[in-house]
């Protein structure tokens, strides 16, 4: 038993700063409550985020653009009338195709 510490002690000894090294790789890898996975996780959130956030600025954008045209143009304010509320002016006669 005492053969066995004394080479352990001379194995940890002669290579402390590999398993310095190694230890400090362990628990900023797997037990840290920042490990890999967490990161990784949280990148791939970031980055459904992102799109996420790009896709309603687009909407956002289209929808301002549509709100210029129907405030400066009154074909557009009537072409929405028409087809979405199916409004129409007197004397027309109007069919809805399903």
Same mark, same amino acid.
Request: some cysteine; aromatic content about 12%.
């Given at each position: ?6 080479? /352990? ?12 090294? /190694?230890?400090?790789l362990?628990?900023?890898?797997? /037990? ?14 970031i ?10 600025k687009e909407?956002c ?11 400066t143009?009154?074909?557009? /304010? #009537?072409?929405?009338?028409? #087809?979405?509320?199916?409004?129409? #002016? ?8 399903r």
């Amino acid at each position: 038993m005492k053969k066995f510490l004394s080479q /352990l002690w001379h194995y940890v000894g002669r290579h402390k700063y590999f398993l310095t090294v /190694l230890a400090f790789l362990a628990i900023v890898c797997f /037990l840290d409550k920042n490990n890999l996975m967490v990161r990784l996780k949280n990148r791939y959130e970031i980055s459904r985020l992102t799109s996420q956030r790009d896709n309603y600025k687009e909407t956002c954008d289209s929808l301002w653009s549509e709100l210029k045209a129907l405030e400066t143009d009154g074909k557009s /304010l #009537e072409k929405i009338a028409r #087809e979405q509320y199916g409004m129409h #002016e007197a004397g027309e006669e109007v069919f809805i195709i399903r």
